[in-house]
Structures are given as C-alpha cells and as structure tokens.
C-alpha cells in the first residue's frame, strides 16, 4: 500500500469507541493514538474512563495520561504533537489508527486547525476565576457582547469552548470568529472515519451505566483529590465540576451524580451532532460484529489504494 491510511474512531461517550479501536488496531497490527482530551491528564482516571491496564497492554497507545492537570496543553500542542508522532508511526505502518470523543482534537489531525494567535496565559486563569465565582451565565453574556456571530454557534454549555473564545477575543482585540478560515494544510495521509451509532435510549443507558460504575470504582475519592484545584482548566468537565458542587455544599450526593448523568447525556447529544453534519463518515451499529465492521474498514482501504492506480 502506497497511501497511508488513519483510521479514525468516533461517536458518543460510553458507545464502545476504547473496544472497537483496538480490535482494529490488532487486526492491522498497528497502533493507537487517543484523541480524548481528558485521557491526556495523569491525575484523572476514573471519570474520563481511562482504558484499562488490560487494555492498554493489548496494543501500544499514545497520548494517555501523557501530560500533568497542572501543564498548559492546547488543541493546537496536540495537533503538532500527534502529526510528529503519526510521520513516525506511518514510518513502520501503513494503517494507524486515531480514537476520541473530542471531536475538535480529532479534527486537528485529520484536517488541521485555524490560525489562532498566542494568548497570554493570565486570561485564561482569570476566566476560570470567574467561572468557579460566577458561573457560566456571565461568560456567556461576555461572549454574546464581544463575538455575537460565534456566541449563536458555540455549545454554550461547554465551559472550555467559552473561555477559549473568550480568552481569544480579550487577548487579541478581535472576535473568535473572525480567526475561522476553510484554510487548511494538506495530510500525508488518508483518513477513514468509522462512526459509532445506536438509538438515542440505548446511549443514554450505557451512560448511566457508566456514571454507576464510576461511583462504584471511586471517583468521588478521585474528585475529592482534585477539589483544591478546581479551578484548573483541565478539571472543567463533566464527572468532576458537579461532584465540586456537592463539595461546596451546592446539592446532596444523589443530585450531584444526576447531574452528571444529565450533563453526560448532554455532551453524547453534542458529539452526535458534531459528526453528523459530515458525510464522509462510515457509520456501524454499537452492537454490530467486528467481522463485518472490519469487512467494511477494509473495502473502504481497498477504494483508497484503487484511486491512487
């Protein structure tokens, strides 16, 4: 095979994304590279549903616990990171693959990021001050007054898209939006996107599953930990943020791991959406045989190799 081919595993949380990569990557004898962007962080294990030491001994993965909650790490640190470590992969592989719920991490390596200018690191910390005083409500008044265009297509819900708009247009004295460009570099490889799907009730059964074991394995132990530093951009995620709450004295216990839930089945609902206005992607049933997914990865490899004759 002349082309190289990433292989790139998305759809919701909780669908099974950790399984189906590796069945993959075994198949290939290839490996792994995490496009989570809360997996990246060494202190926080339970509630971003780290891959199990098992699993992470059944073929090589990168950028897993790679990075401290105390280090600044961005989308754009990633990017340069992944595509320095992919030329190496694709050095001794033909097929690697990419696997993550964070949608725009997975898009920085498939097909690049805009140009966005460097921003003084103090906004940032100032934002999540504000954020732990005031909540996100006055965040996302200060986006809708500085880049109104942005603030009507931003999940206003995600506290790290917010302030990462935010801390663009205070540092630079220009809305988010206006740094947007379809200017993008050309990848030395092909990328096939295999999306999970199921029906919306069987996702958010999984997730509530999911937050149970969680509990059940310790993360209220796990959040407890962090809770002096709460306030850490890397710790402004759902699982950790509401058992926070629960520790300020906010809500009891039980409404705490609700609202996780809730939240959970909130961010599964923004993933879908995200991938769902591509075209390109080839979407499998959760439940669905690797036989027949792998069938299908291949045929599509195949179609690759085919137009490059």
């Known amino acids: 095979m002349s082309k190289k081919v990433l292989v790139s595993i998305v759809g919701p949380t909780g669908i099974g994304k950790t399984t189906l990569a590796i069945a993959v990557a075994k198949y290939f004898d290839t490996e792994i590279v995490s496009a989570d962007s809360r997996q990246f962080y060494k202190e926080i294990t339970i509630g971003t549903a780290v891959p199990s030491v098992a699993e992470l001994h059944e073929v090589p993965h990168h950028f897993i616990q790679h990075r401290s909650i105390l280090e600044d790490y961005s989308v754009g640190d990633y990017e340069r990171d992944a595509m320095k470590l992919l030329r190496q992969l694709f050095q001794t592989h033909d097929i690697v693959v990419l696997v993550g719920g964070s949608g725009l991490y997975v898009d920085a390596v498939t097909k690049g990021l ?48 917010v302030i990462r708009a935010l801390e663009v247009c205070i540092g630079s004295g220009r809305p988010y939006s206006s740094f947007l460009t379809e200017k993008r570099p050309n990848r030395f490889f092909k990328n096939l996107t295999v ?41 402004q995620t759902v699982g950790y943020r509401e058992l926070f709450q629960y520790f300020d004295g906010k809500c009891d216990l039980d409404f705490a791991v609700s609202e996780i839930k809730k939240n959970t089945r909130r ?39 085919d137009e490059r004759k």
């Open 114 to 161: 805009d140009d966005f200018p460097e921003i003084d690191k103090s906004i940032r910390l100032g934002l999540n001050e504000l954020l732990q005083e005031k909540g996100l409500p006055v965040l996302q008044r200060r986006l809708k007054q500085l880049d109104p265009d942005y603030y009507h297509k931003v999940d206003l819900e995600n506290p790290h898209r």
């Open 267 to 305: 961010f599964a609902k923004r993933q879908l959406t995200w991938y769902r206005r591509r075209e390109d992607i080839l979407w499998v049933a959760y439940n669905q045989s690797f036989d027949d997914v792998l069938s299908k990865i291949e045929e599509q490899i195949t179609a690759f190799s």
């Open 195 to 235: 999306g999970i799907q199921a029906e919306r009730e069987i996702i958010y059964k999984r997730i509530d599953q999911r937050v149970d074991a969680m509990m059940r394995q310790g993360l209220l132990k796990e959040a407890k930990a962090l809770y002096p530093q709460k306030s850490l951009n890397a710790l």
